[in-house]
């Protein structure tokens, strides 16, 4: 008999929420964490007393406690997760700023329509049935894939538009190069223009601890610095784990949220384990600056989605850094944060990995502040200088986020082929998370639930 | 168990799914999903939740007969019977 009804690689939050289904009807789970905190790709770090996170820890479909049927409630009520008893912090809002062109956007879908009949008034008649449009479709309907960009220009007629449209929700968490599935974009066109990013109360650090109480409280079991080394199999199933350190743990089911990649690798799965090897990648730049100095730099923006250059090129650069387009984000800019002194700037841009990963031990430390310095240059230009003022920097590289995440060639949003139905060539293993394809903070939550209700709870 | 116990327990399980729950003005005839805005995923953990304490296994093709609170009570009656 096997020592756990569950086993759940990885402590993130698509396993930390899948183990709070299993535990909370009575399912004897135990989730294996690689490192000493969870959170997975949605971490933090100390460095130098600074408490960091690995990468902006907004949230996406921000709804208030009444909309019972809102995604975020509904998750809620799945992880039996008091809605009221969580404050959060809206974002105070967005831009996304092309060459020329801006768009702000709030929580409020009316001021990105506004927006949009300001910026390019010959297409808001076609933007608002194009809204129309994506309500009236159903995005978990399996489908074959569809082309967002063909979709989006069909029926808007205007390229930047397009564009501007697409880049945030790529940027959120699209695996694919320059195009996204509209099922997709479906799904997190909704999440960040119509419901829109917030922030949990406090710090990812205790929005992770809260869940992670919340499995143990249901009877869930979690071991820390528990990395796995090889999924058993036996006579066609699954049969267990066993760890770096060679302990061996049985478990009836397995479910993975390591990626495809990592999974095959476990398992001794047979295929092309390329195929699910993502190519988006990138380097994030954390600056700690003088409150008052983001202020002025910020003026009052969360987020900035910025191109700047000819034509948008949402794919895996030749170089080892893209400026041309990114995200630069002002963590404190939500509303009702507590202010820090200082406050951050953190700037993310596409990155390669095999450029990154060729690097020599010794060259890897001067390449990387060379581009850390050209991706503050390229923030500079739109937001301003700040650079005299930087009180602490640190950046991160593909090669770190693979080390650090297993996620293989450092690719955060994982597989451009996700599987949706989370199964695997096993009946009693499964995935979750960013390769099953529900992607950000909110859609990892998803999965884990949806997977294990699917799977394991029917 | 008794029907009113049985009611109870229906209603427990409900309001701790859904901490905003008002059951001032149910109907016990009509559909508890509509009154109460409950979707597919918390219809299932009703189901869950009842599996979890009285061990009851309820086959996906019977959960019509989970519609109303009065149709919840008779269908369980003789399940918690010895309970």
Known sequence: ?458 | MSRDEIKDVILEIIADIDEEADFASLDAEAPLRDQLDLDSMDFLDIVMELRKRYKLQIPEDEYPQLATLTSCVNYLEPKLQNV
């Open chain 1, 1 to 458: 008999m096997a020592a756990y009804q569950l086993l759940i690689i990885g402590g993130g939050l698509s396993g930390i929420a899948a183990g709070i289904r299993a535990a909370r009807f009575g399912i004897k789970t135990l989730i294996l964490e690689q490192h000493s905190l969870p959170g997975g790709l949605n971490s933090y770090y100390l460095r130098q007393g600074h408490l960091l996170e690995t990468g902006l820890h907004a949230m996406t479909n921000c709804a208030p406690p009444g909309a019972k049927q809102a995604p975020l409630n509904r998750l809620f009520r799945q992880l039996h997760l008091s809605r009221k008893q969580f404050n959060f912090h809206e974002q105070i809002g967005s831009e996304i700023r092309f060459a020329g062109r801006s768009l702000r956007f709030t929580n409020d879908p009316t001021v990105l329509e506004a927006e949009i009949g300001r910026a390019f008034p010959e297409a808001i008649d076609r933007f608002r049935r194009l809204k129309q449009l994506i309500a009236a479709y159903d995005p978990f309907a399996v489908v074959p894939w569809r082309s967002a960009r063909h979709f989006l220009a069909e029926h808007l007629r205007q390229p930047d538009l397009v564009d501007m449209l697409l880049l945030p929700l790529m940027i959120y968490g699209n695996a694919e190069e320059e195009d996204m599935d509209l099922g997709q974009f479906a799904i997190m066109f909704r999440a960040v223009f119509e419901e829109g990013f917030f922030r949990p109360g406090g710090t990812m650090r205790e929005f992770l601890a809260h869940l992670v109480q919340q499995y143990l409280d249901f009877g869930g079991e979690l071991r820390y610095r528990a990395p796995v080394a090889e999924i058993l199999v036996e006579a066609g199933r699954v049969i267990g784990v066993r760890l770096a350190g060679g302990e061996v743990l049985t478990g009836d089911t397995v479910l993975s949220t390591a990626g495809i990649p990592e999974t095959m690798r476990l398992s001794g799965w047979p295929g092309e384990r390329d195929r699910y090897i993502g190519r988006m990648s990138f380097m994030e730049t954390i600056a700690l600056v003088p409150r008052a100095r983001v202020a002025t730099l910020s003026q009052g923006r969360t987020i900035i989605f910025y191109h700047q250059g000819p034509v948008l090129q949402y794919r895996r650069p030749d170089d080892y850094l893209d400026p041309s387009w990114g995200v630069i984000c002002f963590p404190g800019n939500f509303s009702g944060l507590e202010p820090e002194e200082p406050a951050q700037i953190r700037v993310t841009n596409a990155a390669s990995y095999p450029r990154w990963k060729a690097l020599s031990a010794e060259a890897y430390g001067p390449v990387k502040e060379q581009w850390t310095l050209a991706a503050t240059m390229a923030s500079e230009e739109i937001i301003g200088n700040y650079r005299p003022s930087i009180v602490y920097q640190d950046s991160f590289t593909p090669v770190t986020i693979e080390r650090f995440t297993r996620k293989a060639e450092g690719a955060v949003y994982g597989s451009g082929v996700k599987i949706k139905d989370g199964t695997t060539p096993w009946p009693n293993l499964f995935l979750a998370g960013t390769d099953q394809g529900y992607l950000g903070i909110v859609g990892a939550m998803l999965s884990g639930i949806t997977i294990v209700n699917q799977h394991i709870l029917r």
